[in-house]
T-cell receptor, first 114, second 112 residues
Framework: AQSVSQHNHHVILSEAASLELGCNYSYGGTVNLFWYVQYPGQHLQLLLKYFSGDPLVKGIKGFEAEFIKSKFSFNLRKPSVQWSDTAEYFCAVMRLGGYQKVTFGTGTKLQVIP | GAGVSQTPSNKVTEKGKYVELRCDPISGHTALYWYRQSLGQGPEFLIYFQGTGAADDSGLPNDRFFAVRPEGSVSTLKIQRTERGDSAVYLC??????????FGPGTRLTVL
């Protein structure tokens, strides 16, 4: 069974600091990868996705993630965080081959201090 | 509608009772998913519908849980003989072919 590991459970940063959230998955086959964000009091929203092609994907609000197949990783980055980035971030993976089940990591709570 | 809606937003019930949770997907989305999110955890897959049929129900924890989507639109998640461990936020998501899922706001279920 596939699994997703997010190494940081709670991250606190000052505004303008750079962000990198780690994500590793366990499945060895072809996958689709996602980062979702949940702002306080809001729904889960898609931040960015990787299906194929360029392993560096750019999402909304200046976020990007890099798929490194050899490391089974899909880390999320942002060069300069803002207070409005305070949220919980979930990495997720979906196996290809007719499966629609998306497996989520346990989430990372990001708190940005003004 | 503009987004996925779920009702009720909050449900408090007593142990042993039966509950139904409703999901209204985005109009035209053929795929519908139910997830459960316990405190401090990421969403956990329960069941996936493609049209009216359950294409994958491998995430349902036991036979107390059942979901239907009789007309390929609205779905109801049914939980019999609720237990305290069923307390969680139940999330519904829908998608069209090849597109990422759009999540609803969830129903927070509390079993006393």
């Amino acid at each position: 069974a596939q699994s997703v590991s997010q190494h940081n459970h709670h991250v606190i940063l000052s505004e303008a600091a750079s962000l990198e959230l780690g994500c590793n998955y366990s499945y060895g086959g072809t996958v689709n990868l996602f980062w979702y964000v949940q702002y306080p009091g809001q729904h889960l929203q898609l931040l960015l996705k990787y299906f194929s092609g360029d392993p560096l994907v750019k999402g909304i609000k200046g976020f990007e993630a890099e798929f490194i197949k050899s490391k089974f990783s899909f880390n999320l980055r942002k060069p300069s965080v803002q207070w409005s980035d305070t949220a919980e971030y979930f990495c997720a993976v979906m196996r290809l081959g007719g499966y629609q089940k998306v497996t989520f990591g346990t989430g990372t709570k990001l708190q940005v201090i003004p | 509608g503009a987004g996925v809606s779920q009702t009720p937003s909050n449900k408090v019930t007593e142990k042993g009772k039966y509950v139904e949770l409703r999901c209204d997907p985005i109009s035209g989305h053929t795929a519908l998913y139910w997830y459960r999110q316990s405190l401090g955890q990421g969403p956990e897959f329960l069941i996936y519908f493609q049209g009216t049929g359950a294409a994958d129900d491998s995430g349902l924890p036991n036979d107390r849980f059942f979901a239907v989507r009789p007309e390929g639109s609205v779905s109801t998640l049914k939980i019999q003989r609720t237990e305290r461990g069923d307390s969680a936020v139940y999330l519904c998501a829908s998608s069209s072919q090849g597109q990422p899922k759009v999540f609803g706001p969830g129903t927070r279920l509390t079993v006393l």
